[in-house]
């Protein structure tokens, strides 16, 4: 009978193999730089995914308040209706250049971010 604790050195050998290939220096930086940069890269994403709800948000609270200045000029003839509806389109076009620079900002740094 064979002794209990006796290890196949084959089996030892792949151990050996797989921790080498598994935990070696470089592979645990390239791991974790890979990591980092996904958690970048989600992080980016999710900026710019917040960035398109907040355009959705202005667009609704924008076209709500033309429409509504609309409907007032209309019934009124009250040209600071007309200033309303302006100020709405001026909402939209800040919130649209907003959501540009969040997603410019995005890819910068995620170009910027170290290959390794």
Known sequence: MSDPVEVNAQVID???Q???ATMSAQVVLTSGAGKAYQSVAQ???IAVQDAAESLRNVAT???TAAGTAIAHFLATGDDRY???VHEARGMMTSATADYA???AAAVKVLQE???R
Do not use: K
């Open 14 to 16: 792949v151990i050996n």
């Open 101 to 103: 620079a969040i997603g």
């Open 18 to 20: 797989a921790q080498t």
């Open 61 to 63: 609270i924008a076209s």
């Open 82 to 84: 007309l200033r309303a």
């Open 43 to 45: 992080s980016s994403a």
């Open 113 to 115: 971010f170290p290959p």
